[in-house]
């Protein structure tokens, strides 16, 4: 018998090789991968640091992850996420805040529970301290009560309740300022307003920023916030507090995720957040100059689930494609028609057939666009952030008017990323999933965690359908103010300005018409420009007769035809200044199959409707161009998910190794999770009970016999 030695098994025959597939595809590269990376970071220096902090956590023994993390128990999580946060911690205290934001967001790609335990404290908790409250308040809660690096107090963040999510403004929570004892008394009134989902609750956080309404001598002021204790130094409730946990979830177990009742809490007044509302001693309010800028610790969260996204997308379509390089599945009609023995014909390649390949492969290029937006909207928080607290510190009241339009612009593009993005992650996962037959099933494959862990994205900061419904409100208010009145829109959206050259004389004009204009990416953003503005204005149409509540799915629409804007606007510039020259065609590439595959193929509908497109485009789009796009990126397919620079640690599945070893990978890892040697179950008595139970007739003790029936009827 020959036999055949390979890395893990003797064969007697002839195994699949799926290695030699990659590697030969990984050979055949025609650029390079390294400085590929440079554009999805935003510059060589970000890229050589991902690449370095990667290289320390999965060095490091705690942090790790590996396949054993598909099978822990709920308490196996909490337990191993409580020690990884500790972990975490030893790095913050030597990181840069910039090199320790990059290592959260890695973190997020591979534990996305830790990251989000630890992104409460950090992300959510300091940064509603930081949005609203005084430089004193932060300089106090972060740095001399050492919340800034994870020691001293944990902070979680009490914005949701049991009856309101997505609407702030209408949390029942109460804090009744007490001018006699100076103190506010925060109180839960009933069930509905119970603080719900509040992560970190259940069992780390001692303290909370508490969204609660402000009562002032009878007079509500609206929802502001408040620190409040919860647990003393021996993390004992402060009386009045309680809380519990909210329960088994679809993911992301091992965040203690729990709800909050405030029985009479009191606290200080000073405990107010108070940069922009102010409570004075006597009980004078002042209110700050927009509502929102009590909110600005969402657009942080924000920011981290954009970038999340492109992070979850390279991850999730590495392992899709790497099994389609190596996985054979029947022989195509293509190659049997050109071989001369039938016989002689391999199995095909799954990513060779053209519907894998449109299944797939545009979703690579979803991942390099959103990288550019990521990146944009984090420097764009950062920078409008800044210059808003630099106002309010020199009491700069131009100033502060200025960054507060750079703000409502932010909570446009943020809004529209956030719920966009979120959606095509979780879609990518799926699709990713699905694109692996069965063995994407598998715990192994990665697939499944990842989509329990992320689609909670889609629904933080409530359902992503009514932040759409948010973002497109707005947009549609600059529309009909631009046709009533002239106005010029600033920011992001300063093309709404020009509504009335494509809604009157050129209302019906397309600007889609040939296959040309859909590969010209210039012409693609001017098209995603006339689409948003024709469907504002059709849509304002509807809002004068009616109301918003009538327009909520245009109104969607036009937020995720807004994301995509902003994706595409941002990802021709940064290749407009990206000095790689070289890499550029490849790019545009991609930029054009995302513009074809993700954009056009799902908006046809809309954009036949606002009249972008032409009929006769549409229908070359499936049979023509996306078809033909698919195959000039597929033999790149390869080094442009290697351009991802994700290791194996942050890849962690079993299929979708850098080696292509998929068979040989999968079928160790599942030997030595679950050993052959456990083949008798812990609950095997059960079925022995079932299988070696006595006939019926010994049960029924032989009463109902023949025999029997002959005794007793003598």
Known sequence: ?????????????????????????????????????WFLEGNQERSELFKSLTQQMERDPILAADLKY???????????TAVKIDRIGRYLENDTIPEFQRRLSIL????????????????????????????????????????????????????????HGSNVMGLETTATFDEDNDEFIINTPHIGATKWWIGGAAHSATHCTVYARLIVKGEDYGVKTFVVPLRDSQHNLYPGVTVGDIGAKMGRDGIDNGWIQFSSVRIPRFFM???????????????????????????????VMVADSF?????MITIAIRYAIGRRQFKSAEAEAEAEDEDDVKETQLLDYPLHQKRLLPYIALAYVVSAGAYKIERSIESTVNDLEDAVDDDDEAGILKSIDAM??????????????????????????????????????????????????????GDNNVLGINIGKPIVKHTIAVIDDGKIVKGSSAFLTNTKEYVEANGKKPILSSAADLKDLKTALKSLEVAIIRLSYNTSKTVRKHNFDYAGAELVNISKLKAHHYLLDEFLRRIDEFEQTELKPYLILLGQLYFSGIVVERFAGILLTVNVIT????????????????????????????????????????????????????????????????????????????????????????????????????
């Open 273 to 303: 957040l108070q940069k922009f509302c102010k409570v004075s001693r006597d009980g004078e309010v002042i209110l700050p100059p927009l509502e929102q800028l009590s909110y600005s610790a969402l657009l942080g969260g924000r920011v």
């Open 108 to 163: 997020g790609l591979f534990d996305p529970q830790v990251a989000t335990r630890v992104g409460v404290n950090l992300g959510l908790f300091l940064s509603c301290i930081r949005g609203s409250g005084t430089v004193e308040q932060l300089k106090y809660w972060a740095l001399q009560k050492e919340t800034a690096t994870i020691k001293g107090i944990y902070g979680c963040f009490g914005m949701t309740e049991l009856a």
């Open 70 to 80: 598909y099978d822990l128990t709920k308490e196996q999580q909490r337990e191993l």
């Open 408 to 461: 409502k612009s932010l909570f446009i593009d943020s809004g529209a990323l956030k719920s966009t993005c979120t959606w095509l992650a979780a879609e990518v996962i799926d699709n990713a999933r699905q694109s692996c037959g069965g063995h994407g099933y598998s715990s192994y494959s990665g697939f499944g965690k990842a989509y329990n862990d992320w689609v909670v994205q889609c629904t933080w900061e």
């Open 311 to 315: 992070r979850m997308i390279s991850r």
């Open 1 to 37: 018998m020959s036999s055949y030695k390979t890395a893990n098994v003797v064969s007697s025959a002839a195994p699949p090789d799926p290695k030699s597939l990659l590697q030969t595809e990984r050979a055949a590269t025609k650029f390079d991968t390294d400085k590929l990376h």
């Open 615 to 714: 009929t006769e485009l549409v229908g070359e789009l499936a049979s023509s161009v996306i078809p033909d796009l698919c195959r000039e990126v597929r033999p790149h397919a390869v080094g442009f998910t290697d351009g991802f620079q994700l290791s194996d640690m942050l890849v962690n599945s079993a299929l979708g190794r850098y080696d292509g070893n998929i068979y040989e990978n999968y079928f160790t890892a599942v030997k030595e999770l679950n050993p052959p040697r456990n083949h008798k179950a812990p609950y095997s008595a059960a079925l022995e009970g079932m299988l070696n139970r006595p006939s019926l007739e010994e049960r029924e003790r032989f009463e109902k016999t023949l025999e029997t029936g002959e005794l007793l009827s003598r």
